[in-house]
């Protein structure tokens, strides 16, 4: 049921100008670096929620809403292209 | 002497059952997941109610079992658009559980195993609105749908409705939960179409 931060790449296309998948973040919880293709993604109709994979706390979650993308990334430390 | 009339047509359509606006029915049950699905057991199931005090009551399977139990059918309404009429829950009311809880406090968080959390004013969780639940449509409620229990508040969206409930926390002040930090409504009334903040 989990994708990996591949599941990403399209959905943030429009909002980061470099490739999110082969960025590298900072997990906020664990302090994991790893690059966000790694992440354990969970897409459903609300939204996308990007997991990290060691503590499995939220890393960034995505809803499409009417008016725009919007991206809430307070489960990462840093995010690195 | 009473006279009934059955009408020129002799047989009239079924009422038709309103859907919120912006919603179609279905009579699938879809999952939506943020997150892996927590393996709970009964037997290490607990369920607690945390007061601005600091005191915590709390309940275990048997405790839960021994509360007075409802069947419940009511339509449920997602906020990804789709509604589901007259589906069964057997649980018990939220109002059960506040019997010996004090609190003054107006607000709750929902908290669920896996770390998934709701918030919700507590007047939408009391009077017969709101049922901590561990069967649907007659079967023990599976991992996928929230089981061993789940919180269900059918007049708000669905997303309110907890899967893996295990405790709510009163708050003096409304503080938002999972979906409502992520753009989601703080209240999510389907009816005044309440999706997004
Ligand atoms: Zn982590």
Known sequence: ?81 | MAITTRGFGGRRAPAEKPLPPGQFLTEDFPVLSAGPTPNVDEAHWQFSVHTESGEVRRWDWAALMAMPVEDVTTDIHCVTRWSRFDTQWRGVSVDAFFEDVESEAEFVMVHSYGGYTTNLPLEDLLDGKAWITFEHGGEPLAPLHGGPVRLIVPHLYFWKSAKWVRGFVMQEHEEPGFWEQNGYHLYGDPWLEQRYA
Do not use: K, Q
């Open chain 1, 1 to 81: 049921m989990a994708l990996d931060g591949n599941a990403l790449a399209g959905p943030l296309a429009g909002i980061y100008a470099f490739d999110v998948t082969t960025a590298r973040a900072r997990c906020a919880h664990c302090g994991v670096v790893a690059r966000l293709a790694r992440a354990l993604v969970f897409a459903s109709a609300m939204g996308i929620v990007a997991r990290c994979r060691a503590c499995e706390e939220v890393l960034l979650t995505v809803v499409e809403r009417p008016d725009g993308t919007s991206v809430s990334a307070r489960g990462l430390a840093w995010l690195r292209p």
